[in-house]
């Protein structure tokens, strides 16, 4: 992932950390500054405290990836944003348990966090370690290191609450729609939630305008309503894709071109047909795939008169025509490729691209009556297979 560094790695997921982390590390040391403890010390005191913070923010999105880890999910990383932590996972359970028990479990970390910090400051309270009980108000308002363990406590219960405001896409977002999808279709769940997160939003946005030196909770209120319809979108993408297959969809009469053809070749079909991915066939077998990239990149790097077999992909993902355009949708987006060979008993037959895929999304969210439904007579559909 551009711009961001690998920290750690922790079962499997790693953990890494954007560089406009930085400016919330300069911003908390800025903010400290002469609080409290003065001048560097203070400063010290913001580091200390942010990194500390975001330490519970990485337990906090461990707790959804290891629980998604256990019910097959794969993730991919974790991410460090001076707005907080996000994981990428390859999919979200389906199962309403699943993304029910994954859910919580972010909030329910910061919440056993707060309870160990409370027990600890409870201990250090009774030997005076903390100071007067009845001047901890006053204290918190002049932050020192005696005081940190309460912020960090305060801060996680804060963190468990917050993000169990049934605001979706975040987590009691998410514990909404699993609750809902327990008594109805998954996709007419995310709908309501989906709503539900946005009008949330529109309230945060509008106490944003209201309130003097609220700034942050529109930003938080822009990343609600937009994640949310992004996140509705995709789970609607998923239900039509996961209805099609790929002989649906895939590309009619491309052209494939041979390992000894030269690049200046591919160029004319590209120019004459706006083919941009070829399927590489030598004696009747599928020898490799020619992408858009690896064309230009080739173009780049040795010229137009180069053979097709230097600059062509040996080893790429393939599909079938009966598998659905969910499933070759996600086998693109782990290779990063964007054009799939077909293949029916292990004979090439068809390409599938991602600007099909997209132009039957589109299609099919138009009217569904546009594509034969699967296990109909697939000579209708004009690829021969």
Same mark, same amino acid.
């Given at each position: 992932?551009?711009?961001?560094?690998?920290?750690?790695?922790?079962?499997?997921?790693?953990?890494?950390?954007?560089?406009?982390?930085?400016?919330?590390?300069?911003?908390?040391?800025?903010?400290?500054?002469?609080?409290?403890?003065?001048?560097?010390?203070?400063?010290?005191?913001?580091?200390?405290?942010?990194?500390?913070?975001?330490?519970?923010?990485?337990?906090?999105?461990?707790?959804?990836?290891?629980?998604?880890q256990?019910?097959?999910?794969?993730v991919?990383?974790?991410?460090?944003?001076?707005?907080?932590?996000?994981?990428q996972?390859?999919?979200?359970?389906?199962?309403?348990?699943?993304?029910?028990?994954?859910?919580?479990?972010?909030?329910?970390?910061?919440?056993?966090?707060?309870?160990?910090?409370?027990?600890?400051?409870?201990?250090?309270?009774?030997?005076?370690?903390?100071?007067?009980?009845?001047?901890?108000?006053?204290l918190?308002?002049? %932050?020192?290191?005696?005081?940190l363990?309460?912020?960090?406590?305060?801060?996680?219960?804060?963190?468990?609450?917050?993000?169990?405001i049934?605001?979706?896409?975040?987590?009691?977002?998410?514990?909404?729609?699993?609750?809902?999808?327990?008594?109805?279709? /998954?996709?007419?769940?995310?709908?309501? #939630?989906?709503?539900?997160?946005?009008?949330?939003?529109?309230?945060?946005?509008?106490?944003?305008?209201?309130? %003097?030196?609220?700034?942050?909770?529109?930003?938080?209120?822009?990343?609600?309503?937009?994640?949310?319809?992004?996140?509705?979108? #995709?789970?609607?993408?998923?239900?039509?894709?996961?209805?099609?297959r790929?002989?649906?969809?895939?590309?009619?009469?491309?052209?494939?071109?041979?390992?000894?053809?030269?690049?200046?070749?591919?160029?004319?079909?590209?120019?004459?047909?706006?083919? #941009?991915?070829?399927?590489?066939?030598?004696?009747?077998?599928?020898?490799?795939?020619?992408?858009?990239?690896?064309?230009?990149?080739g173009?780049?790097? /040795?010229?137009?008169e180069?053979?097709?077999?230097?600059?062509?992909?040996?080893?790429?993902?393939?599909v079938?025509?009966?598998e659905?355009?969910?499933s070759?949708?996600?086998?693109?987006?782990?290779?990063?490729?964007?054009?799939?060979?077909?293949?029916?008993?292990?004979?090439?037959?068809?390409?599938?691209t991602l600007?099909?895929?997209?132009?039957? /999304?589109?299609l099919?969210?138009?009217?569904?009556?546009?594509?034969?439904? %699967?296990?109909?007579?697939?000579?209708?559909?004009?690829?021969?297979?």
């Open positions: 992932m551009g711009w961001s560094v690998r920290i750690a790695r922790i079962r499997g997921i790693d953990i890494r950390l954007h560089i406009t982390f930085l400016f919330i590390v300069a911003l908390f040391a800025f903010q400290y500054w002469g609080m409290g403890a003065r001048g560097w010390q203070g400063a010290l005191f913001g580091i200390v405290y942010v990194l500390l913070l975001f330490a519970c923010i990485v337990l906090h999105e461990l707790g959804h990836s290891l629980v998604a256990r019910f097959g999910v794969q991919r990383d974790i991410t460090l944003w001076p707005i907080g932590g996000v994981a996972m390859e999919d979200i359970p389906r199962q309403p348990s699943q993304e029910l028990f994954m859910s919580i479990a972010g909030p329910a970390v910061n919440f056993i966090i707060a309870g160990v910090l409370g027990m600890v400051a409870a201990s250090l309270l009774a030997v005076g370690a903390l100071g007067d009980i009845v001047r901890l108000p006053q918190m308002r002049q %932050p020192t290191w005696q005081t363990l309460l912020y960090l406590l305060s801060t996680n219960l804060v963190l468990g609450l917050f993000n169990l049934p605001a979706f896409p975040m987590d009691g977002g998410r514990v909404l729609r699993a609750l809902l999808a327990m008594a109805m279709p /998954y996709i007419q769940a995310t709908r309501i #939630a989906v709503a539900v997160g946005q009008g949330i939003a529109l309230i945060f946005g509008l106490a944003g305008l209201l309130i %003097p030196g609220q700034f942050t909770l529109m930003l938080i209120a822009l990343f609600i309503f937009f994640g949310a319809g992004q996140e509705g979108q #995709a789970v609607a993408a998923r239900e039509l894709l996961g209805d099609l790929v002989y649906q969809a895939a590309s009619r009469n491309t052209l494939p071109v041979s390992p000894t053809d030269r690049l200046s070749h591919v160029v004319d079909l590209t120019l004459n047909t706006h083919q #941009a991915d070829f399927m590489v066939i030598e004696g009747g077998r599928l020898a490799g795939v020619l992408s858009r990239a690896a064309v230009l990149d173009l780049r790097r /040795y010229g137009p180069v053979a097709v077999a230097q600059v062509m992909c040996p080893d790429y993902p393939t079938t025509p009966d659905t355009l969910l070759a949708q996600q086998k693109m987006s782990k290779a990063a490729c964007q054009a799939l060979p077909v293949l029916e008993k292990g004979q090439p037959v068809a390409l599938l600007a099909d895929i997209n132009e039957a /999304y589109t099919m969210a138009i009217n569904p009556q546009v594509f034969a439904r %699967p296990g109909q007579d697939r000579s209708r559909t004009g690829l021969g297979l």
